[in-house]
């Protein structure tokens, strides 16, 4: 190994490191009470090193709002690409997606908490990063939903990515209410992926 690269091998540890600290600290005790101090001394970092890495706590909070949610969308894709049944892939998707949430409960919890309340400067390039991603992974279900149509499995009628925004917006909204609720961790949210299935392709009507 060229020395340059394991110097590239050694900075990506490093950073991955002072990420996972980051998590941590943001998790228990959120945005506005954690300081570089805490985070360095979860890391096991000198102050200085996480300054090597990271502007200040904002830049920090961005790169980890943003791999959290690029580790979301790379975690449901590798799981359904890997899954060939149509309507398995959709089970998928929506199984991994209430999974990852029930995972990283914590993180997420305090973030949802304090979104109101951040700087409209985080907000705002928050905002940006994630309605980015967001409307690729859109793009990704709604060529889940294409194929599910050409299955037979949903309504040719309906446009495609209107269909992924139904489906987002189920999974949101199980999603949030039960991050704001105290009791989450006794209720697995993964468990409920087969309700939003079931709700998803075959609605509430009474048959």
Known sequence: MHLSDRKERDKQIRQDDILRAAERIFATRGYYKATIQDIAGEAQYAVGTLYLY??????????????????????VKNKVDGTKDIKGKIEVLIEEQLSYFEENQDFFRIYFSERGGLRWTIKDRISQSAVEKFMRYLDYIATLIKKAQEKNLIRTDLEPRRVAYIL????????????????????????????????????????
Do not use: C, H
């Open 54 to 75: 990271f502007k200040d706590k904002q830049s920090l909070y961005l790169t980890l709002i943003e791999k959290k949610f690029s580790d979301l969308i790379s975690i």
């Open 168 to 207: 987002a917006s189920m999974l949101n909204a199980v999603i949030l209410p039960w991050l704001k609720r105290e009791s989450s961790k006794k209720g697995g949210l993964k468990n409920m992926s087969a309700f939003v299935m079931d709700v998803f392709l075959n609605g509430v009507a009474k048959k």
